[in-house]
């Protein structure tokens, strides 16, 4: 008897498709459709089905791309984005009994314990990135940050930003935060990253955007030129005593 597939049927196999192209959005960030069919090597026509069906979902939503520059001819293509209920289902599912455990802690024990929680939390960044320059010095400090924060399900990456004058930076982009939900209301977690991003870098940093408050996705400055990166003076060469004058 040949087996015919029903439209339930249809959309349980679509499932694992539709997956890769949340999963794509949420690690690569606003993607238009032609981008995600590239990236998953799927026909544009497939892409946009998946799309659609994200859509009705309410798991996507379909936003202007921002332009930077001149415009060219033509209106641009569409970007989707994840939306809160599409970020859910890469969430943990413990959101709820953090927070309440968190007020608790607040209510008990002051905002400064809140703090302290926050940063030893986050002590993975200092944990972390020593080892992970070590294993690969050729990284740049951003793309060592993405490394530390992608193992730890942040979905991180690295854009190129012009910053004032002839410097080039770097932006640290986390595509996805494990407690955005309890960092909205408690925003030390998001501040303690901050500070550990800081520390490892040796100098300060500043955070443009973060999930917590409505963004798209957490973004960093880092600078082009750290500390340790500065080249330290030349000093002059000291005499050898037996060279004679």
Sequence with gaps: MEFVRTPTALREGDA???ERVVRSILENGPSTAAGLAERLELT???VRRHLDHLLLEGHVEAR????????GRGRPAKVFALTETGRDSFDQQYDHLATEALRFLAETAGDAAVTEFARRRVAFIERDYGQVVAEDPDLSPAQALARVFTAQGYAAGVRQLP???EKVGEQLCQQHCPVAHVA???PQLCEAETEAIGRVLGTHVQRLATI???DGVCTTCIPSKLPTQT???T???VPNPKEKA
């Design 235 to 237: 000093a002059p060469p």
């Design 184 to 186: 909205h209301e408690f």
């Design 64 to 71: 202007e791309p921002k332009v930077y520059g001149a415009r």
């Design 163 to 165: 910053l004032a004058g």
């Design 212 to 214: 917590a408050h409505g």
């Design 231 to 233: 080249a330290a003076p």
């Design 44 to 46: 544009p026509a497939a």
């Design 16 to 18: 694992p498709t539709r």
